[in-house]
């Protein structure tokens, strides 16, 4: 007997903290399956999207693959992925593919509206940095051709610390030179030297050192 009150005294602190914070527990609880919900309902939000987005962008490759596509088609289709399914691999896919076939055909001004698109898809936490990594790369070259330099700088710059690849380093260098901040774009040809592996980068990289100030 004395057994089984010891026992039951063991639960009385525990009954006592349920009892005070019993509103708080409830409210946890609440939280957790509403969180769980939410994540489970998300999950087949993104699955369906994508498997919508999926069929769009076939047809987007279908017309793509034709011998004249129809750019009014074109435009169509990679609209209704950026109102609809503007977060999907589907929609960057197509944003980068048109810019570069805006860039190719000299439409400038329509191929950096789609990489801008592009790049604030895919900037800061939970972006993809290879999709905005490119369309920074491809947007700052424009920009130079164009005589931009401030813009096209700002658009490598997030790349262009010493941890990026030599390409970067090199397109760094190619914007500092139009600035005439030729000791600036010494240094980023030098890290891009020193990042390229193939000797034809190597000496390029060399002649463009040597022509600086000539």
Do not use: C
């Not at 708080?24 to 609880?29: K, L, S, T, Y």
């Not at 593919?97 to 860039?103: T, Y």
């Amino acid at each position: 007997m004395n057994n089984v009150y010891e026992n039951n005294m063991r639960f009385v602190p525990f009954l006592k903290f349920l009892d005070k914070y019993r509103k708080i527990i409830v409210a946890i609880f609440i939280l957790v399956i509403l969180a769980i919900t939410f994540f489970i309902i998300s999950n087949q939000i993104e699955k369906q999207n994508n498997e919508e987005a999926s069929v769009l962008y076939s047809e987007w490759l279908e017309e793509l693959s034709n011998e004249n596509p129809n750019l009014d088609n074109l435009n169509t289709i990679l609209n209704q992925l950026l109102v609809d399914y503007k977060n999907t691999g589907y929609t960057k896919l197509a944003l980068l593919s048109k810019a570069n076939m805006d860039a190719k055909s000299n439409e400038f001004n329509q191929a950096l509206e789609n990489f801008n698109i592009l790049i604030d898809l895919t900037n800061g936490f939970g972006g993809n940095k290879i999709f905005n990594k490119m369309a920074r790369v491809s947007a700052a070259r424009i920009l130079l051709t164009q005589d931009r330099y401030e813009e096209a700088l700002k658009m490598v710059d997030t790349y262009s610390s010493s941890g990026t690849n030599g390409y970067i380093h090199e397109l760094t260098g190619d914007i500092l030179v139009k600035q005439n901040k030729n000791n600036l774009a010494i240094t980023q040809y030098e890290l891009a030297a020193a990042k390229y592996s193939d000797e034809t980068s190597k000496s390029i990289i060399s002649m463009k050192i040597a022509n600086i100030g000539t």
